[in-house]
């Protein structure tokens, strides 16, 4: 996944809900 990846900044923004966009 690349949310694991991207900076602590990103955290700001549940990246959860991005995945969920995202096909896994």
């Known amino acids: 996944v690349v ?3 991207l900076p602590s ?3 700001n ?5 991005a995945a969920s ?3 896994s």
């Open 13 to 17: 923004f549940d990246a959860r809900a």
């Open 21 to 23: 966009n995202f096909p």
């Open 3 to 5: 949310e694991l990846q």
């Open 9 to 11: 900044f990103f955290n």
